[in-house]
């Protein structure tokens, strides 16, 4: 049997099924293909979180992969309570890697999948108050602030770039010139694609060294984040 046959992959009906979930995004439209949920989007995932757990696992820091819904995979579920949108479903597919022993509570990597583009990202959107203060207490350094722009600088390289900081200013009791100032007034740090076009190698046995490549770029900000605000 061909190898290649037997490599996990995402199933090329899944930007199709994603399309048309967006366009019919109810309980009614959903459990009607419920079974095409499972076989273009759930086993296909599954199989791929699978596929990477072992190349993810030799990475420094290694990458946890759950294959389970809610786990590596995110749920395709919307939390509607506190939100005006009511749409039930989330028409993309979100895949995410992490350090440590859960999800979000550490820096991670990020693969979404949407009805018509693809995106990777890394980092941790909101750090706790004592990683905060490890964070500021890093990057005002010559060099902790030299690793981390050249941890975003790898990042840049495939794509991804830094989310806008969360302050308007520098906190209170900081001065400094760019590119610190920039860094201080983020509450996290997030690198991320925007929009891509979904790469055919997704579909294909290359799925798996496709992902890899793009994932070890972003490692760099992982370990640094891994290592200084999260040890």
């Not at 830094?162 to 983020?186: F, I």
């Not at 076009?197 to 490549?213: H, K, N, S």
Request: net charge neutral.
């Amino acid at each position: 049997m061909d190898t290649d046959l037997l490599a996990p992959r995402l199933d090329e009906d899944l930007p199709r099924f994603l399309t048309e979930l967006s366009q019919n995004n109810t309980k009614d439209w959903f459990d009607a293909h419920r079974a095409r949920y499972q076989t273009s989007y759930v086993e296909p995932a599954l199989a791929l979180i699978s596929g990477l757990a072992e190349p993810l696992g030799r990475l420094a820091p290694p990458l946890a992969t759950v294959p389970k819904v809610n786990g590596s995979l995110r749920r395709i579920n919307r939390d509607v309570r506190f939100s005006r949108d009511k749409r039930p479903y989330s028409a993309i597919l979100h895949l995410i890697f992490f350090t440590g022993d859960h999800a979000n509570r550490g820096p991670g990597v990020h693969v979404v999948v949407g009805p018509d583009h693809f995106g990777v990202g890394a980092g941790h959107w909101a750090f706790e108050p004592a990683q905060l203060e490890a964070y500021r207490a890093a990057v005002t350094t010559k060099a902790g602030a030299k690793e981390l722009t050249a941890a975003i600088g790898k990042a840049e390289a495939i794509g991804c770039v830094a989310d806008e900081p969360q302050l308007a200013r520098v906190p209170r009791g900081y001065t400094a010139e760019e590119p610190v100032a920039t860094m201080l007034r983020r509450k996290g740090v997030v690198v991320r694609t925007h929009d891509q076009p979904i790469p055919d190698e997704l579909f294909g046995p290359d799925a798996v060294p496709f992902l890899m490549t793009r994932i070890k770029a972003l490692m760099p900000l992982v370990a640094w984040l891994d290592r200084t605000v999260y040890a």
